[in-house]
């Protein structure tokens, strides 16, 4: 069975929320091609409608929307998802991804494109992010130099 992480981003308030998918609520999410939509229901967001825009493998290696299928490919490309040439002309080649989710993914990525009727803020939990923890570790260990 396939687990991994939703990255539902609001464009809205500019915030991306992380919800872990496990067990039977993954299958839901597999088969479908970037750009489809899904019923929130199968992330917990009753009444929201996602739109896949991505995701990646436990390599990191990205989804590309314009390659058919769930395998990685190895791939001619000049530009786009997974390669930034530094001049023009330059062409590389590159293991990407196809369009669909596969179990073999530990990342997808959503946005949202119709609210349900509660904000999202209060359906997932908030957790505090790394770069939170951090700036906190700092202030401490700044205050304790000072005394």
Same mark, same amino acid.
């Given at each position: 069975?396939?687990?991994? !992480?939703?990255?539902?981003?609001?464009?809205?308030?500019?915030?991306? +929320? @992380?919800?872990? *998918?496990?067990? =039977?609520?993954?299958?839901?999410?597999?088969? /479908?091609?970037?750009?489809?939509?899904?019923?929130?229901?199968?992330?917990?967001?009753?009444? +929201?409608?996602?739109?896949?825009?991505?995701?990646?493998?436990?390599?990191? #290696?990205?989804?590309? @929307?314009?390659?058919?299928?769930?395998?990685?490919?190895?791939?001619?490309?000049?530009?786009? *998802?997974? +390669? /930034?040439?530094?001049?023009?002309?330059?062409?590389?080649?590159?293991?990407?991804?196809? @369009?669909?989710?596969?179990?073999?993914? #530990?990342? #997808?990525?959503?946005?949202?494109?119709? +609210?349900?009727? %509660? =904000?999202?803020?209060?359906? #997932? =939990? %908030?957790?505090?992010?790394?770069?939170?923890?951090? !700036?906190?570790? !700092?202030?401490?260990?700044?205050?304790?130099?000072?005394?």
């Amino acid at each position: 069975m396939a687990d991994f !992480k939703l990255v539902v981003s609001d464009a809205k308030t500019g915030k991306a +929320y @992380n919800i872990d *998918i496990t067990g =039977p609520k993954t299958t839901k999410f597999v088969g /479908h091609a970037i750009g489809s939509e899904i019923s929130g229901d199968a992330a917990g967001l009753a009444g +929201y409608t996602l739109v896949i825009t991505g995701g990646s493998d436990k390599d990191g #290696v990205p989804m590309r @929307n314009d390659l058919p299928g769930q395998v990685r490919r190895k791939v001619l490309v000049s530009g786009g *998802i997974g +390669y /930034h040439p530094k001049e023009d002309g330059m062409r590389k080649r590159k293991t990407l991804r196809g @369009n669909e989710i596969a179990t073999e993914l #530990v990342q #997808v990525n959503a946005t949202i494109k119709e +609210y349900g009727p %509660k =904000p999202i803020e209060e359906i #997932v =939990p %908030k957790s505090e992010g790394a770069g939170k923890k951090k !700036k906190a570790e !700092k202030k401490t260990a700044a205050a304790a130099k000072k005394k």
